[in-house]
Each structure stands twice: as C-alpha cells, then as structure tokens.
C-alpha cells in the first residue's frame, strides 16, 4: 500500500458502524472465524477477503482449549488451531502485520470473540492494553510508517466475552472503556427479562442475541421465537441488536434481517469452510463466494 497517497483512515467503532448503516437502511454483515484455523496466514488472507466482500464488522475468535459456547464446527477450528501452536502472541504479531499494512489495510472494525480465563490470567489492564496496541497505529505523511504519531487506525474496537458473568462485566466495561475497546454482551433466550434489560443496559456496541438454546453451530432454520425477542429488546433500548447462533445461509440472514435485526452474525458455516477446504486457497475462494452471497441476500 502506498502510504503516502492513500493514508490511512481511522476505523469506526461499533457504535458508530451502526449508525452508519442505520442512517444508510442496511444491515450488518458479522462473520466470525477461528484465528489459526487453517494457520495465521490463511486468517489474514481470510480478513482482507471478509473485508473487500462488504463486511461490516468482522468477529476474530482467539481458540480456546474449553470453548463451552461453541458448537462442534468451532470447537474443532479451535482444537486444530491449537495443534498448530497457534496462540495469545502469534495471534497478536499476525493483527500486528495486517494493520501496519503488510497486508492491506482493512476498512471495517474487529471485535475480538473470547473466553474470560485468558484474560484474567493476563490481567484484564494488561490484556486491553495489548489488544488495543495491535490494532493500533498512525499515519504521518512527513515521517517514517513506523512513527506513532497522529491519524490512528484503530482495528480492534470491540470485544466479547461469552462465558462472564453480568455480576462480573463492570471492571471488564471500565478497562475496555479506557481502551476505546466496546464490551458487546450476550443474551439468549432463556434469560430473564429483568436479567435481559440489564444486560440490554450494560453492553456496549451493540446486544448480541442468541437466537437458540444451546452452543453455536448451523441448523436448517432460524427459530421464529427470534422475532418476538427482538421485538422485547428494543422495546427496552435503542442500541442495535445483532442475532447470531445458527445462521448458515442466505436466506437466514435475509430473515433475521426483516424481522428488524441491525446486524446478522455468521460463524460455524465461515469456520467449516476455512477448516475444511481441500486446500487453504480454496478455502478463501469459496469464503468469498459465500460472502458475497449473504451481502446479496441482505442488500436485496
């Protein structure tokens, strides 16, 4: 990329990718994918393709040797990423390269996808702190690339914690704040509608909404019940509302989407092709063609 003719910009924050779109009519586009899962390069590769396809925000979820809310497409990303080596700092030196343009540069935000004991075994300061730097650079046309100056590009601007408790966010909330870093929060629906309204009240960015019971993976329809808490929540609130958790096709985000959701979450369908492809390279080929068949489904 050439830096000095095409500086470049700072990513929007969560919040305001969706008050963007809101202001434009669309829906969000959020696939999520296992970092290292076929390898590190690959997923860079796969960020830049989710990017240039018309993604709005794109979820990285860090493997985890107990993933408990994920279903088996996720869980086996995880376990082959682990195999791999893949870890916390290899993670954070390829996010490194991707924003300081060694791959190009991407246009859309990241919110981080993962479990709260690596980031409490890290400290929860020290972990923000590290995430916001990765993802984190500047721009100066009269200097070196490598000067941190002015004119940020702040990749890293959201985060999701599956498995913390409500009781347990504030401090998470506080250190991300002071980040710049959104803490999206979950809600599923079995959870109560005090509970709910508090968690609609806490979460930053936007509320994710699980839209079934159970752990993640592709089922053949998104459950209507969906409709209805959609309806619930922003009856309570008027941050957005993104559903994820099953939705593997076309028509599931075309669904999810006129039944009023401001963004649709893609993950186990992405996950299976990356991690199953014959090849890393077909891998990506066929990342695109799904990709661009969800924008499809959801501009039309």
Not at 204 to 215: A, D, H, N, P
Request: charge should be negative; glycine fraction near 6%; aromatic fraction near 4%.
């Amino acid at each position: 990329m050439d830096l000095l003719n095409n500086p470049p910009t700072t990513t929007l924050g969560l919040s305001e990718t969706f008050a963007r779109l809101k202001s434009q009519r669309k829906v969000a586009l959020i696939p999520y994918i296992t970092a290292g899962d076929p390898d590190l390069s690959t997923t860079a590769k796969a960020l830049k393709v989710l990017d240039s396809c018309g993604s709005d925000i794109i979820e990285l979820g860090v493997p985890y040797s107990d993933p408990l809310a994920d279903g088996p497409a996720i869980q086996a990303a995880a376990r082959r990423s682990l195999l791999k080596g893949t870890n916390f700092n290899s993670i954070i030196t390829m996010l490194k390269e991707v924003c300081m343009c060694v791959i190009p540069q991407l246009s859309c935000p990241i919110a981080l996808f993962t479990y709260y004991n690596p980031i409490l075994r890290r400290g929860i300061g020290n972990y923000m702190t590290i995430i916001k730097d990765a993802g984190v650079h500047a721009y100066d046309s009269s200097v070196s690339r490598n000067s941190l100056l002015h004119n940020m590009v702040c990749l890293f601007v959201g985060l999701l914690v599956p498995d913390v408790p409500l009781e347990e966010t504030e401090t998470l909330r506080k250190e991300a704040q002071k980040h710049q870093i959104e803490l999206v929060l979950l809600t599923t629906p079995t959870t109560p509608k005090e509970r709910m309204n508090a968690i609609v009240e806490a979460s930053q960015g936007f509320i994710y909404l699980v839209s079934s019971v159970g752990v993640t993976g592709t089922r053949e329809s998104v459950n209507e019940h969906v409709q209805s808490l959609l309806q619930q929540i922003k009856e309570a609130t008027s941050k957005p509302v993104a559903v994820g958790f099953g939705i593997s096709k076309p028509e599931h985000v075309k669904q999810v989407a006129e039944w009023g959701a401001d963004g649709v979450i893609v993950g186990s369908a992405m996950v299976k092709i990356l991690g199953e492809a014959e090849s890393p390279e077909k891998g990506l080929k066929e990342l695109e063609v799904f990709t661009k068949s969800l924008k499809s489904a959801l501009d039309s």
